[in-house]
């Protein structure tokens, strides 16, 4: 038998993140309960660190020029699901025309959630504000009304019940990254806690 010819080919196997397993149901992991967020009342503000605001209703958010992305997502509880069907906008839409030189983000949420990212990584088409799943509006346990979707990074930077975005010339840690997660949180180089 010629070396590195044993097991399933290659190609056969899921493409997952190291250390993470597949999972066929969508798992919900809150670390509080679920704020009551009615869309009325619902709005999204980006604040840029001069202090500046822009704000939507969730109907004018709702008019906004909508994405449907299917992509693969990464607890770093070390769930796994892949081709995830979503609705949302783009935060290349949201942050066009805001006038900022931050290089960080800090997100927020109904219910006092926070999770730290760089800005760079809400660009380029990786991000999103989404209210719609596998065809269905966003269920409340999942983020209803509307959650940030980042699925290039793990799940706990998808913050649920997203309200606003602050922008920061420094990273300020978030509610995870401040109890020991990792300040990036790459799955690919599986970024999990602080040092990794
Ligand atoms: N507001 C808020 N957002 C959150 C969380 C949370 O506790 N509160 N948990 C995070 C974590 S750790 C994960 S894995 C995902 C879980 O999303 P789900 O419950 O839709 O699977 O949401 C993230 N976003
Ligand atoms: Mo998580």
């Not at 935060?91 to 025309?97: A, E, F, R, T």
């Not at 927020?108 to 809400?122: E, F, I, K, V």
Request: proline share 9%.
């Amino acid at each position: 038998m010629s070396p590195g010819f044993q097991g399933r080919p290659r190609s056969a196997e899921p493409a997952l993140p190291p250390g993470q397993y597949l999972t066929e149901d969508f798992p919900v992991l809150s670390a509080g309960p679920t704020p009551k967020v009615r869309p009325d009342t619902w709005e999204f503000v980006v604040t840029t660190e001069a202090g500046a605001e822009r704000r939507w209703s969730w109907a004018e958010f709702t008019a906004l020029p909508q994405d449907t992305p299917t992509v693969d997502i990464h607890c770093v509880t070390r769930w796994s699901k892949l081709a995830t069907n979503w609705q949302g906008v783009s935060l290349d839409v949201l942050l066009d025309g805001v006038d900022t030189a931050a290089a960080y983000a800090l997100v927020h949420s109904y219910g006092g959630y926070t999770t730290n990212l760089p800005l760079a990584d809400l660009r380029g088409g990786r991000a999103w504000v989404a209210h719609r799943f596998a065809g269905r509006d966003l269920p409340a346990e999942h983020g209803g009304p509307a959650r940030l979707l980042v699925p290039h990074l793990y799940f706990w930077k998808s913050a649920k019940w997203v309200r606003g975005i602050r922008l920061k010339t420094m990273d300020e840690p978030g509610f995870w990254e401040t109890a020991g997660y990792h300040a990036y949180g790459d799955p690919w180089r599986e970024q999990r806690y602080t040092g990794d």
